[in-house]
């Protein structure tokens, strides 16, 4: 199997401080503070990156179960929010929300849910978040472009 690499630096102390992240080996670059994460600053944090990898991966294993099933989706569009709270005083990913739309030909939208459903058990990003003890998914038919 593949092996894929982020990297990220962080200057500072935890409040203070600044880093900057790369995802590959150049691919996207962006920067990170403790505003960014725990206020409203500017930049991006782990949650948004964990939030779109999940999104990403989510939408290609949807299209995957889908596409075995003879339902060829013209589109899948997945928007996922990530929570962070405390848990037993440190901050934690306490849930995941998969919103996803689907323009697939044929289908209604409870078997739509249904394949979601599966995806959401298939995906190694799903798999790797399994300490989450809240990942839903919301599913609906519907123009997957946006």
Not at 12 to 31: N, P
Request: proline share 4%; glycine share 14%; aromatic share 6%.
């Amino acid at each position: 199997m593949a092996r894929r690499h982020g990297s990220a630096e962080w200057r500072g102390d935890l409040q203070g401080g600044t880093g900057d992240l790369t995802v590959g080996q150049g691919a996207w670059r962006g920067s990170y503070s403790y505003r960014s994460r725990f206020e409203e600053g500017e930049g991006t944090n782990p949650e948004e990156l964990l939030a779109a990898a999940h999104a990403a991966c989510f939408s290609m294993a949807l299209s995957n179960e889908l596409a075995q099933a003879g339902h060829t989706p013209q589109g899948v569009r997945t928007d996922a929010e990530v929570e962070l709270g405390p848990v037993e005083g440190a901050p934690t990913v306490t849930s995941i929300v998969l919103r996803v739309v689907g323009d697939v030909p044929g289908l209604d939208e409870g078997e739509f849910e249904r394949f979601a459903e599966a995806a959401k058990v298939n995906c190694p990003i799903s798999r790797a978040l399994a300490a989450v003890d809240d990942i839903r998914v919301e599913a609906r038919i519907g123009q997957a472009t946006g």
